[in-house]
C-alpha cells in the first residue's frame, strides 16, 4: 500500500503558484520524500526530493514539515503544460528502491 | 541525449498470442524496472533486474516474464495475453548510490491492446 496520502485533484490558476500537500505520517527516517508528475500518455517524470531540508530546483520547490509527516510541492508559476497527475512517494534511498505509487493529485491548470 | 526507449508505443496483439515488449537505455543504468499502468490508475511495479539478478513483485502473475540480455535491453514477455492484461507498459531505470539521486527515469511507454 502506497505510503502517502494526496488530495485527488486541484485546481490552479495559470500563473500563479500551485501548492500540492502530501501526508507521509508514517515515514521513517531513512526514506526521502519524492514527487513525481504523470503528463496525459507520457512516462511519469521525476520533479524534485527531500529528506529533511526544503528543497529547490528549477522545476519546484519541497517544504518538508519538521516531523516530515507532510510536505508541499510549490510550482511557482504554472503553466499549462503543468497539467498533470502529481504523485508523492516516500522511499528508502541507495537501494533499488521500489516506487509505491499511491493515487495522486491531479492538477489541472485553468487559462 | 540518453534516454530510455520503448518500441513499440503501441502493440495490438490477439487474446492468448505472446507478445514482447522492449525497453532499452543510453544511461547506463544497472537498475531495469517495468510497471503495468491499467486506465486511470497509478503505476503498479511488476519486477526489476538489478544489473542480472532479477526481483519479482509477490503478486506478479506467472503470465509475466523479462530478460534482461544486456545492461542496455530489457524485455517484458507476456506468455498468454488476456484481455485484463491490456495497459500501458512502463519501463524505467536508476542508478543506486550515484551521487545524484535514486531517481528512476522513465520511458513513453507501450501501450498494449488485447483483441
Known amino acids: 500500500d502506497a505510503k502517502t496520502t494526496q488530495p485527488p485533484s486541484m485546481d490552479c490558476a495559470e500563473g500563479r503558484a500551485a501548492n500540492l500537500p502530501c501526508n507521509h505520517s508514517t515515514i521513517s527516517g531513512n526514506e526521502y520524500v519524492y514527487w513525481y508528475r504523470q503528463i496525459h500518455s507520457q512516462g511519469p517524470q521525476y520533479i524534485i526530493h527531500?529528506?529533511?531540508n526544503n528543497e529547490t530546483n528549477e522545476m519546484a520547490s519541497l517544504i518538508i514539515t519538521e516531523d516530515r509527516k507532510s510536505s508541499t510541492l510549490i510550482l511557482p508559476h504554472a503553466t499549462l503544460r503543468d497539467t498533470a497527475v502529481y504523485y508523492c512517494?516516500?522511499?528508502?534511498?541507495?537501494?533499488?528502491?521500489?516506487?509505491?505509487f499511491g493515487s495522486g493529485t491531479r492538477l489541472s491548470i485553468r487559462p | 541525449d540518453a534516454m530510455v526507449i520503448q518500441n513499440p508505443r503501441y502493440q495490438v496483439t490477439q487474446f492468448g498470442k505472446p507478445v514482447t515488449l522492449s525497453c532499452s537505455q543510453t544511461?547506463?543504468?544497472?537498475?531495469m524496472y517495468w510497471y503495468q499502468q491499467k486506465s486511470s490508475q497509478a503505476p503498479k511495479l511488476l519486477f526489476h533486474?538489478?544489473?542480472?539478478?532479477?526481483?519479482n513483485e509477490a503478486d506478479t502473475p506467472d503470465n509475466f516474464q523479462s530478460r534482461r540480455p544486456n545492461t542496455s535491453f530489457c524485455f517484458l514477455d507476456i506468455r498468454s495475453p488476456g484481455l485484463g492484461d491490456a495497459a500501458m507498459y512502463l519501463c524505467?531505470?536508476?542508478?543506486?548510490?550515484?551521487?545524484?539521486?535514486?531517481?528512476?527515469?522513465f520511458g513513453p511507454g507501450t501501450r498494449l491492446t488485447v483483441l
Open positions: 527531500g529528506l529533511k
Open positions: 533486474y538489478y544489473d542480472k539478478d532479477f526481483n
Open positions: 544511461l547506463n543504468h544497472n537498475v
Open positions: 524505467a531505470t536508476s542508478r543506486p548510490g550515484s551521487s545524484s539521486t535514486d531517481t528512476q527515469y
Open positions: 512517494i516516500v522511499s528508502p534511498y541507495s537501494s533499488a528502491s521500489k516506487i509505491i
